[in-house]
């Protein structure tokens, strides 16, 4: 028994927090109420406006409650049919975009594939350039070696 007392205590404090809270925040508006007057004018015509408003659409619905059923379907409607548009509109300037970069990536990849095949044609060329600086390079060689020879031959025959 004495178990159920301490937990009905428990419950108890913690139903009193959101009492507490609630109490708090109109204590807070009250003083703020109390020492500005612009606010108290300002919360005053605020409420005076909207209980204008919420009586005016309660009076609407109880003399046409069709017209105002239909009213807030039209608008709805009408809301969705902006909506799809802006989603058509988004969606053929994605598809827009989507060409052109789609033609600039293709634009790239020709050139690119231009630019391969340029290279490969000059490293060709450099290549055939570089086979005639070695036979130049041979031949010049071949030609030391043929003076060479016939100094050596020369040499040879003046010791004799």
């Known amino acids: 028994m004495e178990e159920n007392y301490n937990q009905n205590q428990t419950g108890r404090r913690r139903n009193k927090l959101p009492l507490a809270m609630v109490s708090g925040a109109f204590v807070g508006a009250a003083v703020v109420l109390a020492t500005d007057s612009e606010e108290r004018a300002r ?11 919420v ?3 309660a009076t609407r619905v109880k003399e046409d409650p069709q017209g105002v059923k239909d009213d807030w379907l039209g608008r709805i409607q009408r809301a969705a049919a902006i909506t799809k548009e802006a989603v058509q509109k988004i969606q053929e300037i994605l598809d827009e975009q989507g060409t052109q970069i789609k033609e600039s990536a293709e634009d790239i990849q020709s050139e690119s594939k231009e630019m391969f ?3 490969k044609h000059a490293g060709e060329e450099l290549q055939s350039v570089g086979d ?3 036979e130049a390079k041979e031949e010049l060689a071949h030609g030391e070696t043929e003076e060479t020879e016939e100094s050596t031959v020369t040499d040879i025959n003046e010791k004799k």
């Open 43 to 53: 919360l005053k015509n605020g409420t005076s406006n909207a209980k204008q408003k």
């Open 55 to 57: 009586s005016g659409y």
């Open 132 to 134: 005639k600086a070695q």
């Open 117 to 119: 095949e340029t290279a």
